[in-house]
Nanobody
Framework: VQLQASGGGLVPAGGSLRLSCAASGRTFSTYAMGWFRQAPGKERDFVAAVSWIGASTDYADSVKGRFTVSRDNAKNTVYLQMNNLRPEGTALYYC????????????????WGQGTQVTVSS
């Protein structure tokens, strides 16, 4: 599956953005989907993931209550709604596809998309 992320941009602290990740291929609905981010000079970190049917989700503690991950299998798209953004959220955000929701937060991913830049100004 090929992944194409979009929706990044420049936003003030406290603002919101919605990222989208469009997938090609007929197997999209069989994958758990996730979002990761990488700030300059830092490792890539898990942000959020959603199960293949969308019934279960997982979040990094740093984004719980502010970010929401969802998917639309009819559109082969996964979303990340980001509210109350903080300057430390400035990073390149990647979408990813993996076999299991429970291992996405460990970075067990089968497919990576290219990143979309999110910059949060203070």
């Amino acid at each position: 599956v090929q992944l194409q992320a979009s929706g990044g941009g420049l936003v003030p602290a406290g603002g919101s953005l919605r990222l989208s990740c469009a997938a090609s291929g007929r197997t999209f609905s069989t994958y758990a989907m996730g979002w990761f981010r990488q700030a300059p000079g830092k490792e890539r970190d898990f942000v959020a993931a959603v199960s293949w049917i969308g019934a279960s989700t997982d979040y990094a503690d740093s984004v719980k209550g502010r970010f929401t991950v969802s998917r639309d299998n009819a559109k082969n798209t996964v979303y990340l709604q980001m509210n109350n953004l903080r300057p430390e959220g400035t990073a390149l955000y990647y979408c990813a596809a993996g076999r299991y929701l429970t291992t996405m937060n460990s970075g067990l991913v089968d497919h990576w998309g290219q990143g979309t830049q999110v910059t949060v100004s203070s």
